[in-house]
């Protein structure tokens, strides 16, 4: 029986992934779930969400994806030198409409926390390049990669940092 909160959604599939890492058979996590995208981090955060009784542990990572959008807006507001002004603010605002439902995907029909982690993972990194801190604008890369594979791709972000030590490593 499909219900509003699993139906085409990949919550199934990612809580059987959960399920293995967590069990003797972890070496085959994804051989035996082949259409398995979620890297590990999301499989350890989906498996925290399960422990939470079933009908509520899809409604807590509805919950989790809802209360994210706003916090990745501010986080992206964050980025701009002068946050405070009018244009800054109504730019966030517009950006929130035209984002909001696109997010209801992620967040509502297809719950995707596993996107939902990289995103904020990625958006973390961007911030942490702006301040020039290298090791935490890494780690969020490798955290952001860990919940997602295509968050590979955010390894370019590091590309915008100043600090010496870390283009020595490079």
Known sequence: IATPWTSGSDWPLLTHGANLLFSRHVAHVYVAV??????????????????????????????????????LLWLAESLVPH??????????????????????????????????????????AMRFVAKDRWWQAAAMVSLATGAKPWAIGCVALLLGLRHRRFHAFV
């Open 34 to 71: 082949p259409g398995l995208q979620a890297g590990p981090l999301s499989l350890i955060v989906i498996r925290a969400v399960e422990l939470i009784p079933p009908a509520q542990g899809v409604v807590a990572d509805h919950f989790l994806l809802y209360a994210e959008l706003p916090l």
């Open 83 to 124: 946050r405070q002004s009018l244009r800054t603010q109504a730019t966030t605002l517009g950006c929130g409409l035209i984002v909001a439902p696109v997010w209801q995907l992620l967040a509502g029909d297809l719950p995707h926390l596993d996107d939902g982690l990289a995103l904020l993972a990625a958006t973390l």
